[in-house]
């Protein structure tokens, strides 16, 4: 547990500083605040990389998907933390330099454009670090609020990765005044079939999200009989 979490300590805000400070060297011509947010991006790259890669070890190394748990899978998420807080005073930062007031820099005005312009995103690490790690690391998973979160998962993953897909079928045909079910005959045939390659695997993922809060809401066998 504390071994990743040093080493996200460490990890991150050195590469964004060694990122910084490299293309201050390489690029004088550019300012502090360019500087800042190619740094900001190229760590947040890096961090994608590592997550993606983590992700492709732990789905080879289960067989099942529903049960079977691995130790990175509950270690990058300490990793993470370090991210999550550093990621936040980045944004801050690309703020402060974007202003370009140094007289005004740290000032209140500042704090609140910054809050304002990043409210979703300061939202979502917020929720990582207060709400997902709890619950990935205390293991409350046959908690009410893990539960609730399953639900809105379940519930954003159809509105946004399925629905998606009838909803530009239907509002092409609003706009060329064809029914639903006439759209997919009146668009190109490679459109149709690239469609279906892309909601293919979002079906099956969306059946593997239900199979596992199938799960969260089935009672153990000792409770049904007592």
């Given amino acids: 547990m504390l071994l990743p979490l040093a080493w996200g300590s460490l990890f991150f805000p050195g590469l ?16 502090h605040h360019d500087c800042v947010m190619i740094s900001t991006r190229l ?8 997550a993606t890669g983590s992700g492709i070890i732990v789905i080879r190394s289960c067989s099942d998907v529903i049960t079977d748990r691995h130790w990175l899978a509950r270690e990058y998420v300490w990793f993470l933390i370090p991210y999550m807080i550093y990621d936040t005073y980045a944004m801050y930062l690309c703020e402060w330099y974007r202003a370009g007031d140094q007289s005004s820099r740290h000032s209140l005005t500042i704090f609140r454009n910054f809050l304002s312009k990043n409210r ?3 939202t979502h690490h917020v929720f990582i670090l207060l709400v997902l790690v709890p619950i990935a690391q205390l293991k409350q998973q046959h908690t009410l609020l893990y539960k609730v979160n399953g639900i809105l998962t379940l519930t ?17 045909g609003r706009q ?15 459109c149709n079939v690239a469609n279906a390659f892309l909601i293919a695997p979002q079906i099956y993922w969306f059946s593997l999200l239900c199979k596992k809060a199938a799960r969260l809401f089935d009672v153990p066998p000792a409770k049904k009989d007592s």
């Fill in 16 to 31: 964004f500083g060694v990122c910084t400070w490299g293309l201050r060297r390489a690029r004088p011509a550019w300012t």
């Fill in 120 to 122: 979703l995103m300061i």
């Fill in 156 to 172: 954003t993953f159809f509105l946004c990765r399925i629905l998606l897909f009838p909803f530009m079928y239907w509002s092409y």
């Fill in 176 to 190: 060329q005044g064809l029914s639903l079910l006439r759209v997919p005959f009146h668009i190109p045939f490679h």
């Fill in 43 to 50: 760590v947040s790259s890096v961090q994608a990389v590592l």
